[in-house]
C-alpha cells in the first residue's frame, strides 16, 4: 500500500488521439509523473490521467511542458486519497509477450509465463510496464543482440521498474546495474528483481548520469527523453567499453529526433548499427569504435 498523497492530474486534449496521449506521457514522465490511465471524463470525452506525489506537484513546470507540445491540451488537478495503486494497475494490466520469447506480467498472472524469458512486476507507481512501444522495441534489440549481453556488464539508465534489468541478468549478464533520477523508481526496480530472483547480479541506484564513472559497461541502455540522452550521450559513451554496445530510445520515428541523437553520437566514437520502428517511435543500436 503506497499512503502518499497523490495529485490527480486530468489532461483533456482538443483534439485526443492515443498517439497524443503516448506523447504527453512521454514528456510528462521526466517531471516526474508516475503512472497514467486512459479515461472518460462527465462530458464524454476521452481524457488521459497523470498521477503525481503531491510533494513533487508542480503546475508551472506542468505548463511549461504542455506548452511545448504540437498539440492543445488543458488540464485541472484534483488531490486523491491513499489507495492501493499496485491493485488497481494490477485489475487493468494484461500480460506482454514479446517476439514469443519474453513475457510481461503480473504477481496475478499465475499461469502466464511460458516463455522462454519470464518476467513478474510490481510497477510501485514507476514507470514501464513493457506496454509502450519504446520499451517494446528495446526488449526486440536486446534479443537480437543477446550475445553482447551474456557473460558481460550492463547499465539500465532510467531504469523504471527494472524491466530490461532484469531481462539482462535473465540472458545471464554477468552484473547489471540500474540508474533512475526517481528514488520510487530505483527502489521499485530492486524490488523486481528481488521478485524475479535476480537481485545478486543486479543494483540500482537513485541519481543521474554522473553515478556512472562508478564503472565501464560493455553495453548501455537508456530508453528515456532525447534531450535527456543527447544531453548525456558524452557520458554515456565515456563509461562505454571500447567495442560496447548502446541501445536508446525514447524518441520519434523523425528526423527532428533522430538526426541529433546520431550527430551527439557520432562525435562521441558511436556508430549506427542496428533501428526499429513502432507507432512513430523509433529505437537505435549503436557501436562504439
Same mark, same amino acid.
Given at each position: ?12 486534449? =482538443?483534439?485526443?488521439?492515443?498517439? !497524443? ?6 514528456? +510528462?514522465?521526466? +517531471? ?37 507540445? %504540437? ?12 489507495? !492501493? ?36 512486476? !510490481?510497477?510501485?507507481? $514507476? ?40 531481462? $539482462? ?52 541502455? $537508456? ?18 567499453? =571500447? ?16 538526426? %541529433? ?29
Amino acid at each position: 500500500m503506497n499512503s502518499e498523497e497523490y495529485i490527480e492530474v486530468t489532461l483533456t486534449f =482538443k483534439s485526443y488521439s492515443e498517439e !497524443n496521449a503516448e506523447i504527453t506521457e512521454a514528456f +510528462l514522465s521526466d +517531471l516526474p509523473y508516475d503512472s497514467f490511465m486512459e479515461d472518460t471524463d462527465a462530458a464524454g470525452r476521452q481524457v488521459l490521467k497523470a498521477y503525481i506525489g503531491k510533494s513533487s506537484y508542480d503546475p508551472r513546470a506542468l505548463k511549461v511542458v504542455l506548452s511545448g507540445l %504540437p498539440f492543445q491540451v488543458d488540464f485541472y488537478a484534483n488531490m486523491v486519497p491513499p489507495r !492501493n495503486w499496485n491493485e488497481q494497475w494490477e485489475d487493468n494490466f494484461k500480460p506482454i509477450v514479446v517476439e514469443g520469447k519474453v513475457t510481461i506480467k503480473s504477481p496475478r498472472h499465475k499461469g502466464a509465463g511460458r516463455t522462454r524469458f519470464n518476467i513478474t512486476v !510490481n510497477p510501485r507507481m $514507476a514507470f514501464g510496464t513493457g506496454h509502450h512501444s519504446t520499451t517494446y522495441m528495446m526488449i526486440e534489440s536486446m534479443l537480437e543482440y543477446e550475445q553482447d549481453i551474456r557473460g558481460h556488464t550492463v547499465m539500465d539508465m532510467g531504469c523504471g521498474t527494472g524491466i530490461l534489468g532484469i531481462l $539482462a541478468v535473465k540472458m545471464h549478464a554477468e552484473h547489471v546495474y540500474g540508474i533512475d533520477i526517481d528514488a520510487v523508481a530505483a527502489r521499485s526496480a530492486y524490488e523486481n528483481a528481488f521478485l524475479n530472483r535476480v537481485s545478486r547480479h543486479y543494483e540500482t541506484y537513485c541519481g543521474d548520469a554522473s553515478l556512472l564513472q562508478m564503472g565501464k559497461y560493455d553495453v548501455l541502455m $537508456a530508453n528515456i527523453h532525447k534531450n535527456i540522452i543527447i544531453m548525456d550521450l558524452r557520458t554515456y559513451a565515456l563509461s562505454l567499453r =571500447k567495442g560496447g554496445l548502446m541501445l536508446l530510445s525514447g524518441f520519434y520515428d523523425s528526423p527532428e529526433d533522430l538526426d %541529433p541523437v546520431l550527430k551527439e553520437a557520432s562525435r562521441h566514437g558511436l556508430s549506427l548499427i542496428g533501428s526499429r520502428r513502432l507507432d512513430g517511435w523509433s529505437c537505435i543500436a549503436l557501436r562504439k569504435g
